[in-house]
């Protein structure tokens, strides 16, 4: 199995900041990654796909890079509505797995 | 509007079984990938299942893997995952999110709101 590792599990961060959450694949994805946003009580939302691609409607200040083992998601000016946690996934072979996630909170 | 509606959860003693329901609407259902997706309480999420457009391919999660059945009836625009011999550990909000129209296109999207499995004595 392809284990997804996130880091940080927490950030706090200010609205107006940049910030930046990385994902490493223990071995090659190739670009078969993608990046969820996950509020309190609500279901995932599709940010990213295949690596660096914004899903429509998905605000321009979210974008992905990386490929092979070494992912990032960047939000480029955090607003308010970003304060939520961050999933990695990959879609490279089964089992799907998640990263663990990482908590964008307030500072 | 794509939307996905889950159905089925409540309370199960362990050892009990369950069967969960994802009505879909606003999309061709019989042209796309299905999957089922938990997250117990505070944890990360946990993929447990796809199932192919056609229902020919199947995949599990070893964590289900002979507990679980996966099947969709397309002509009623729905999927369902078949819950054997529920164990406290499978307590979690369950998912159905959408793959893909075409192969290679796996990317969960939309989700529906989920549905809570609680496996209790």
């Known amino acids: 199995d392809i284990q997804m590792t996130q880091s940080p599990s927490s950030v706090s961060a200010s609205v107006g900041d940049r910030v930046t959450i990385t994902c490493r694949a223990s071995?090659?994805?190739?670009?078969?990654l993608a990046w969820y946003q996950q509020k309190p009580g609500k279901a995932p939302n599709l940010l990213i796909y295949?690596?660096?691609s914004l899903q429509s409607g998905v605000p321009s200040r979210f974008s992905g890079s990386g490929s092979g083992t070494d992912f990032t998601l960047t939000i480029s000016s955090l607003q308010p509505e970003d304060f939520a946690t961050y999933y990695c996934r990959q879609a490279y072979t089964f089992p799907l797995d998640f990263g663990g996630g990482t908590k964008v909170e307030i500072k | 509007e794509v939307q996905l509606v889950e159905s089925g959860g409540g309370l199960v003693q362990p050892g009990g079984s369950l069967r969960l329901s994802c009505a879909a609407s606003g999309f061709t259902f019989s042209t796309y990938e299905m999957n089922w997706v938990r997250q117990a309480p505070g944890k990360r999420l946990e993929w447990v299942s796809y199932?192919?457009?056609?229902?020919?391919?199947?995949h599990y999660a070893d964590s289900v893997k002979g507990r679980f059945t996966i099947s969709r009836d397309n002509a009623k625009n729905s999927l369902y995952l078949q819950m054997n011999s529920l164990r406290v550990e499978d307590t979690a909000v369950y998912y159905c999110a959408r793959g893909g129209a075409v192969a290679a296109s796996n990317w969960f999207d939309p989700w529906g709101q989920g549905t809570l499995v609680t496996v209790s004595s």
């Open positions: 199932m192919s457009s056609s229902g020919s391919n199947k």
């Open positions: 295949a690596a660096s």
């Open positions: 071995q090659g994805i190739s670009t078969w």
